[in-house]
C-alpha cells in the first residue's frame, strides 16, 4: 500500500524506528466520531501549515474496499466472518492520495486514481471501516505509511489510536470525546439539516455499538494515551474546543502565527 501526499516527493527515512523518523511535530487528535475531531484537526493544520492525517479515512477506504471485493455483507454493522489474509492483501494493493481541499475544508481522496470523495464517508462505510480496523493485518499494514508522514512535515492527525500506538512520542495528545447522546444528537441534526430522514433511536444505538467495538478490540483499541489533554464537546462548542487545544499546543511549545 502507498499513500501520496502533496510533500511526499521529500526524502523518507525507510525502517527506523517511529522515534527516529519522528522528526516533525506531531499533534494527535483521538477520540470517537462526532466528538468535533475533524474541525478541530483542520483547523489546527491551517493555523500551522501541517500536513492532515485523517486516518479513519484511511480504515473507511480498507472498508469500502473490503465490502467492494465481496469480503464484507451488506449493511453498516452486520457482522460478519471476514477472511483476514485476503483483507491484507487488498490493504496492501491500495494506493492513496489524499490532496487538501481549501474549499471544502475537508481532504479529497483518490485510490488506485479514483476519486472516492463522499463515497466513503457515510454511515454504513464507517460501520465497514470499524469492521477491519479490528483485524491487526490491517492495522499493521497502515502502520508505517501512518508514521511516515511525520516525516515531511508537522503533521496534525486525527483518530482513534494516534497518540497511544502510532505516534506514541507525539509532542501534544488530545482525546476528545463527548457523550453517545450528544454525539447522536448533533448527527440527527446533520442529517436533518441535509434534508434526510434521521431516526434518532437507531442512530444512537449504531454509535454505542461502534464505540464499544472500537473501544474493546484487541489491537490499539480506542482509548486516550496516559499523557493527553482530555476535552469533552458535550459541555465545549466547536470555538472552545480550538482554543483550548491551540492553548495546549503552546504550552507543549509549538507556536502560531495567529
Ligand atoms: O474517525 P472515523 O469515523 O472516520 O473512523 C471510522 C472507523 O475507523 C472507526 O469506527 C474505527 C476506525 N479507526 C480506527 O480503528 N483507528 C483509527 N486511527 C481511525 C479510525
Redesign the pocket.
Known amino acids: 500500500m502507498n499513500v501520496s501526499t502533496p510533500d511526499n516527493a521529500l526524502p523518507e527515512s525507510e525502517n527506523k524506528s517511529q522515534d527516529q523518523r519522528q522528526r516533525y511535530p506531531v499533534i494527535c487528535i ?1 477520540g470517537p ?1 462526532g466528538a468535533g ?1 475533524g474541525t478541530v484537526t483542520w483547523r489546527l493544520a491551517q493555523a500551522l501549515g501541517y500536513q492532515l492525517l ?7 477506504i480498507v ?1 469500502l474496499k473490503a465490502f467492494e471485493a465481496g469480503l464484507i455483507k451488506p449493511g453498516a454493522d452486520v457482522e460478519c466472518e471476514i477472511d483476514g489474509l485476503k483483507l491484507l492483501k487488498l490493504t496492501q494493493s491500495l494506493e492513496i492520495d489524499f490532496i487538501p481541499n481549501n474549499e471544502s475544508g475537508r481532504v479529497d481522496i483518490l485510490v488506485n486514481g479514483e476519486a472516492v470523495g463522499e463515497k466513503v464517508r457515510n454511515e454504513t462505510v ?1 460501520g465497514y ?2 469492521q477491519v ?1 479490528v483485524f491487526p493485518e490491517v ?1 499493521t499494514a497502515l502502520l508505517k505509511l501512518q508514521q511516515d508522514m511525520a516525516t515531511r512535515s508537522g503533521l496534525v492527525a ?5 497518540g497511544t500506538v ?1 505516534f506514541p512520542n507525539a509532542d501534544v495528545k488530545v482525546f476528545l470525546t463527548a457523550s453517545a447522546k450528544a454525539r447522536a444528537e448533533r448527527r440527527v441534526a446533520q442529517l436533518l439539516n441535509a434534508g434526510q430522514e434521521a431516526d434518532f433511536e437507531a442512530i444512537f444505538t449504531t454509535i454505542k455499538a ?1 464505540d464499544a ?2 473501544e474493546n ?1 484487541t489491537t ?1 483499541p ?1 482509548k486516550p494515551a496516559e499523557d493527553a489533554l482530555l476535552l469533552d464537546s458535550s459541555v465545549l462548542d466547536a470555538d472552545t474546543v480550538y482554543h483550548q487545544v491551540k492553548k495546549h499546543c503552546q504550552e507543549r511549545g509549538v507556536f502560531f502565527d495567529y
Open positions: 483521538d466520531s475531531k485523517d486516518s479513519g479515512a484511511l480504515y473507511r472498508g464507517g471501516a470499524s480496523a492495522r486525527d483518530g482513534r489510536d494516534m502510532v461502534r467495538r472500537d478490540r490499539a480506542s
